[in-house]
């Protein structure tokens, strides 16, 4: 089993849907968690951390559930601009050494 | 405030060249790394540098060495370049704690013939 999985997709969703990727990861020690957008043949760039509480940024919400060790990212109201790679991302505690997801491709169409 | 800057931005070399890639922040972070990008394999780890004075191997270190010149730059090095090393080359930064996230350069566009 892969460290940390997600779904390549692509998800090809309408503007204005709502749409939500999942990431299962297998290092129960895992700390720290966030979701990174990247657009083709750009960097990767931060979109949110994921706190244990759930948290949310605009149209963007991100969840942690550890008892099943999945980390999901909602995002409401998808823009054509939202068109892009999610990575997930895993830092076990005490470590600086995360772990990437390979990414889910969203595409959002007119 | 550029934060990670990586030069060259493109480089085409013949097969057994070599040549170094450079990066440099400016955010204070301790902890430096470098990945390759490749179609359908997502983000695999070279080395990385924990603190000023130290290396450490990654998931694919074969074919590159690395030089933390001090804690701004981390150089990654391909003394024999192949094919194979065609990829895009990404250095990242974090603080050093655990739980902070890394922050990217904008890439190194590398393609070996």
């Known amino acids: 089993r892969k460290e940390v999985e997600q779904d390549p997709g692509p998800f090809n969703v309408p503007e204005g849907a709502t749409v939500a990727f999942n990431c299962t990861y297998s290092?129960?020690?895992?700390?720290?968690f966030f979701w990174y957008r990247q657009d083709c043949r750009k960097e990767p760039k931060l979109l949110m951390s994921v706190y244990s509480s759930g948290n949310e940024d605009g149209r963007f919400t991100a969840q942690l559930n550890r008892a099943s060790q999945y980390i999901s990212l909602l995002i409401r109201d998808s823009k054509l601009s939202d068109s892009a790679t999610y990575l997930c991302v895993v830092i076990p505690g005490g470590s600086y050494i995360p772990t990437f997801g390979r990414g889910t491709s969203l595409i959002v169409h007119p | 405030n550029a934060g990670v800057t990586q030069t060259p931005k493109f480089q085409v070399l013949k097969t057994g060249q070599s040549m170094t890639l450079q990066c440099a922040q400016d955010?204070?972070?301790?902890?430096m790394y470098w990945y390759r990008q490749d179609p359908g394999m997502g983000l695999r780890l070279i080395y990385y540098?924990?603190?000023?004075?130290?290396?450490d191997k990654g998931e694919v270190p074969n074919g590159y060495n690395v030089s933390r010149l001090n804690k701004r730059e981390f150089s990654l090095r391909l003394e024999s370049a192949a094919p194979s090393q065609t990829s895009v080359y990404f250095c990242?930064?974090?603080?050093?704690?655990?739980?902070?996230?890394?922050?990217f350069g904008d890439g190194t566009r590398l393609s070996i013939l």
């Open positions: 955010m204070n972070h301790n902890s």
């Open positions: 540098s924990a603190s000023e004075g130290t290396t």
């Open positions: 990242a930064t974090q603080s050093g704690q655990s739980n902070q996230p890394q922050h």
């Open positions: 290092n129960s020690a895992s700390q720290s």
